[in-house]
């Protein structure tokens, strides 16, 4: 794993120049890099194994940099997407052929870049194949919350409320689609969302233990200055836990 380290450093080093937002990109793989082998090792998976899920979140976010390169933003809405842009890199330029690993690996490498940021992950992936990315994806989604607790990550609500569609989705335990968002703290359920597309119970511990939607509800309860909206973010709470709680029982 090493080399693949300094593969991908040296991938990295040339868009440093662009400022602090790389830097806190390349620091977040590094860190979901560790979920995924804490994940894995959950499920005790082989040690080759849990050589793949690190790689594949070395490379969940290959696009970011290059992303940030051309538009200056990863808001992907205001660019483009970074986990198709980063397949692109993988297969087009065949950069994924400069790191170590058993070829017989490369669409499960390739499948978790694509589909790590997607709503819903396509039905024709195999059995192997869904388990990478959803590693993948749990360990970037806790690494996300993680940067919302530090401030790494900022939204402004302005003094907007949720809209009654968002506030359903939550009460149905289900993601946020991005097309529903319409207001400015609407933006803040993709993420309070999240919860509800966790999918291993390794995964569920780590964001109760770090309590990291609790924070972030409490950092932008203290922001806004509707009553309305701080009531909404006490039951979007209250769903939330309940949630938590409920999955923590059912794997007991």
Known sequence: MDYNYDEFKIYTNKYLELGDSVILKVDHTFRVVKLCEEIAKSLNLSE??????????LLHDIGRFEQYKEYKTFKDKD?????????????????????KY????????????????KLNIPKNLSERETLFLNITRDAD?????????????KIDIDDTEFTEPIMDSIR????????LVKSKVD??????????????????????????????????????NNDKTKEQLEEIRTYINKYIEKRIKDVR
């Open 187 to 224: 933006n803040l359920s993709v993420s309070l969302g999240f919860i509800f597309d966790i999918n291993y119970p390794i995964s569920i511990k780590i964001l109760k233990e770090k309590d990291y939607l609790n924070e972030e509800i409490n950092q932008y309860k203290e922001k806004s």
């Open 79 to 99: 660019s483009i997407d970074h986990g198709d842009l980063g397949y692109e890199i993988l297969t087009e330029e065949n950069y994924i052929n400069k790191f």
């Open 172 to 179: 149905k335990n289900t993601v946020t689609d991005r097309s």
């Open 48 to 57: 080759e194994d849990i050589e793949l899920a690190k790689i594949c979140g």
């Open 141 to 153: 989604k806790i690494d996300i919350l993680y940067l919302f607790t530090i401030g790494h990550i």
């Open 102 to 117: 058993n070829k017989s690996d490369e669409n499960i490498i390739l499948n978790s870049v694509r589909f790590h940021n």
